[in-house]
């Protein structure tokens, strides 16, 4: 089998703000110790869309890596690379066209969606269609097993796994597969082999699951084996092909809204946004800047938090008792609005202290992130061929 790993990306298109922080990044950081993590700048992705004004992207690739590094993301611990220079990702996203239905592109839900959004560009294109192909391809390059996403983007990875499904079913019978798997035995030694046999009848001639499962923990177990001759005998087991591309699941992850400063979802399409390494005076700034319940024109005025974007900013940001505070405070006039503000400016500094701390050296020596960078590629980039070799022998272009 292959290993849980974890494929993930961001489109590089403009500074990242605190909603990127609290919706994805901080997810990564957790991610980052408990799989094998792949972290992408999914500049072919911002192509979609942004084709008409490509200087942003270039401008935003750097940038955008120094912030998750900022926001704890640890280049030792997880392989940070950019899609474009790995291209086995456009390379995989052309072969899986060849047997991808265009109505399966067609019904995915965002398509229409952001067609509709964004109605001044024109997305009519034979690339924004493809994107969750491409996304398709991203992920089944790695064999990452693991895509975390939020409840909405769940079809995406839903059609990764039918194209995925769909390629094994075309492509993963070899020729001679069940030489090639009873040879694959002979090597697993003696004894083993005799078991994984015995064990392999019992499912098949008996339905026995308990037996299937020993054969499948034993396998995972078995060190001598090449990653071919494992996948061959994972799918030999039940009577199956080889599996060259696995079926990936979504890791879902709790929705955590940030609100921005006018109490939406903070979005850098509605101009709401805290960048991530925003200077401090513009951060107070705009925070005291920020509408309040418009019930307190005066200082003594009362107010209801619940109608108050700044409120939705200390649900993230402030403890109980400051909460309590505010409570009483609004509802009796017994606070300003200015006064207020300033947990949520402090709560906003403090977050952002140790991310101006971890991107200074990167800013000091702008080597370092190419260097960071240039070495995830090379490690993306060793696992990318593997599966291409797999992928392009069974598709009939391993001539050799
Ligand atoms: S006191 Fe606080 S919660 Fe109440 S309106 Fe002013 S800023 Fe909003």
């Known amino acids: 089998m292959f290993p849980d790993r974890v494929l993930s990306g961001m489109r590089p298109t403009g500074k990242l703000h605190l ?14 110790s408990e799989y094998e993590c792949l972290f992408m700048v999914a500049d072919l992705h911002a192509l979609t869309t942004a084709y008409d004004d490509v200087t942003v992207i270039e401008k935003s690739v750097w940038d955008m890596v120094i912030d998750w590094i900022a926001a704890g993301v640890d280049p030792a611990q997880a392989t940070i690379f950019i899609q474009s220079r790995v291209p086995e990702h456009a390379e995989l996203h052309l072969l899986l066209s060849m047997i991808t239905p265009l109505s ?54 839903e059609i990764t796994r039918e194209i995925a499904r769909r ?53 995972a177990d078995t060190q001598n084996l090449s990653h071919g001759d494992m996948e061959r005998l994972f799918g030999y087991l039940e009577g199956g092909g080889k599996m060259i591309l696995p079926e990936s699941q979504p890791l879902l992850t709790s929705a955590s809204r940030m609100p921005g400063l006018d109490g939406a979802k903070m979005s850098k399409s509605y101009g709401n946004t805290i960048s991530l390494r925003e200077d401090s005076d513009v951060v107070a700034k705009k925070i005291r800047q920020m509408p309040t319940d418009p019930a307190r024109v005066r200082r003594t005025d009362v107010g209801d938090p619940e109608k108050c974007p700044v409120w939705q900013l200390h649900q993230v940001y402030s403890e109980d008792s400051t909460k309590q505070w505010v409570i009483e405070g ?42 960071l960078v240039a070495d995830g590629c090379e490690r993306a980039r060793d696992l990318a061929r593997e599966t291409m070799r797999d992928v392009r022998e069974a598709m009939g272009l391993g001539y050799d």
């Open 19 to 32: 909603g990127h922080y609290h919706g994805v990044l901080k997810n990564w950081v957790k991610l980052q």
């Open 104 to 157: 399966w592109l067609e019904r995915v839900p965002t398509y229409k969606d952001q067609i509709e959004k964004l109605s001044s560009k024109d997305l009519g294109t034979y690339g924004f269609l493809g994107y969750p192909l491409l996304q398709a391809a991203d992920i089944l390059l790695y064999r990452g097993t693991l895509v975390p996403v939020g409840e909405d983007q769940v079809p995406h990875v």
């Open 167 to 219: 390629f094994n079913h075309m492509f993963g019978k070899e020729p001679n597969f069940a030489e090639k798997a009873e040879a694959a035995i002979k090597k697993m030694g003696g004894k083993k082999g005799k078991l994984y046999e015995e064990l392999r009848t019992r499912y098949q001639q008996e339905g026995d699951v308990e037996a299937l499962e020993s054969a499948r923990a034993m396998l």
């Open 330 to 371: 609004c509802k009796t006039a017994g606070i300003g609005c200015i006064e207020c503000k300033q947990p949520v400016i402090d709560g906003v500094l403090a977050e952002q202290k140790p991310m101006f701390e971890r991107a200074q050296p990167y800013l000091e020596d702008p080597t370092l992130v190419r260097n």
